[in-house]
């Protein structure tokens, strides 16, 4: 799968890869998403249907097109944890307060998980293949891997691919009660990561053209795998990409500074990559059930750029100048791990 091009909504500057030279760091432990103006792409009446991630969604995936030259795609799919939980939350409050009496149907469409897929769909009046993955932490993943099912079909030339998660207040205060955002600090602020949100999106095409970013060689999902049976299939997908472990630059992973999260990393990573260069992202992106998606669009970025900022290299201080094969690994409490292998497409 070629990466054609990709968008990104999040904590960092909007539809730009400014973040790569001028990050911008917080102390907060929950970050807000930094919109762009939704007015020069949206009509107000297109806005008021729309809750801020759909918003998120339909502009990041029209400019994506629009940068890839691409008038239609012909399949949509995304992946996201808890869809717009906000809509969701609106629909129970007012079952609750109108006694199951006079209830807003927008609320209740909009609460369902593909409702993301679909928006953006009606939106570019795409009547292709259109699907939606909901399973928590590895959303994003279970998309791409639909996405090279699909190409394998050799129906389907271009897929719009995203990733899509929002933090509400309810949501927020639920999970914190759980734990789910109890960071240690880092060294200094800026390692310090927090609650955020996301949205990426990146159009894959099946074949490589002028404007293509990177490549995807291969994903990979596993379920409560051991390190031997990880080592194994990682040995596979290195031999079907006719790479070794040691041509890899680095390995994207899912570090948060969250002990629990953290700890499962600093077992798997030694054990599998040795001493090859570890990078970090949550720490400006931050933490959410689609973050693996902007790890994924970091790992993009820098292949295509060709280097790696000292800032996203954990316990380095300086630039890494060679970016030609990046892995992403990430986990799901310890369940569900997923390795994602890309691969740059300059000579």
């Known amino acids: 799968m070629f990466v054609t091009s990709t968008k990104q909504i999040s904590a960092q500057n909007p539809l730009s890869d400014s973040w790569f030279d001028d990050p911008v760091y917080y102390v907060d432990k929950r970050v807000p998403t930094v919109d762009p103006d939704f007015s020069a792409y949206l009509s107000p009446i297109a806005s008021r249907r729309m809750c801020s991630l759909l918003k ?139 609650a955020g949100e996301a949205s990426v999106c990146m159009l894959l095409s099946s074949e490589k053209t002028d404007r293509t970013l990177c490549e995807i060689n291969d994903v990979e999902l596993m379920y409560r795998p051991s390190i031997g049976q990880m080592r194994t299939i990682l040995d596979a997908m290195l031999k079907k990409a006719g790479i070794a472990l040691t041509d890899i630059d680095a390995v994207v992973t899912g570090i948060s500074s969250h002990p629990a999260n953290d700890a499962v990393y600093g077992e798997v990573v030694p054990a599998l990559f040795g001493d090859l260069p570890v990078m970090q992202y949550k720490h400006l992106f931050g933490e959410s059930f689609s973050s693996n998606a902007l790890g994924t669009y970091v790992a993009m970025t820098c292949l295509h750029k060709g280097r790696i900022p000292a800032f996203l290299l954990k316990e380095r201080d300086a630039d890494l100048n060679t970016a030609k094969h990046i892995l992403v690994y990430n986990h799901y409490q310890n369940k569900s791990h997923s390795f994602i292998l890309l691969s740059s497409c300059s000579s």
């Open 56 to 194: 998120r969604a339909v502009v990041i995936s029209r400019l994506t097109l629009q940068d890839a030259g691409i008038e239609m795609p012909d399949a949509i799919i995304s992946g996201t944890g808890l869809g717009c939980i906000g809509n969701t939350e609106k629909f129970i409050w007012s079952i609750m307060k109108n006694g199951e009496q006079c209830l807003q149907p927008t609320f209740f469409m909009q609460s369902t998980h593909n409702v993301l897929s679909t928006t953006v769909a009606i939106d570019l009046k795409c009547y292709g293949y259109n699907n939606t993955f909901v399973h928590r932490g590895v959303s994003f993943e279970n998309a791409l891997m639909d996405a090279d099912l699909q190409f394998g079909n050799k129906k389907i030339r271009n897929i719009l691919v995203g990733g899509y998660e929002e933090l509400n207040d309810d949501y927020y205060v639920f999970f914190d009660r759980l734990g789910i955002w109890d960071f240690a600090d880092g060294p200094s602020s800026k390692n310090r990561c927090f």
